[in-house]
């Protein structure tokens, strides 16, 4: 979400500020449908600043799972580092290993469910989801409205084009280039 205070994006800190952008559940269950495992891999540093309480983010998480369950797509799991290094809640205030773009979270999954990450992809709206996907080994898309990263092995608008990429099996274009659809599909990862 777009914070108008300080025009950043960032985590919802409410469950009544979580939203499901249009296009995503479709997007979601055409990649289930297809065999991939779905992962939600996210910095959460809003208790570590002091923004948000911990039954906060518990109520944010819970809005999401609920909104997945509607849609009916499943997650194998879901990750979340809590820390921020210039955070103020002694105990998350500090560099981690599992700060993206560590891929500590990616290589967890990679171990827990067998997955080759060589045959993964990670998909973001930040450089740090990129950087992340890179240093596991996986290949990484970055979507939204203004993507432009060079490191990503391709750029999209937003989830739905994302999923029809991957699904394609199409090639990259050169890197930081986007390729348009003839569907015209549109939105981002949740």
Known sequence: MLNPATGE??????AAEFEVLPGVPEALRRLQAAGYLLFVVSNQPNYAKGKSTLRELRAVDRAMRDALDAMRVRTAAVYYCLHHPEGVVPGYAAPCACRKPAPYFLL????????????????GDRATDVECGRRA?????LVGASADDSRADWVGRDLAEAAGHILDGTRAPAPGRHESRADGAEDRSV
Request: no cysteine; aromatic share 8%.
């Open 9 to 14: 994006l960032e985590a919802p800190l409410t």
């Open 108 to 123: 967890k999954a990679a171990r827990e469910f067998g997955i080759d990450l060589s045959q993964s992809w990670m998909v």
């Open 137 to 141: 080994g996986a290949r990484a898309i």
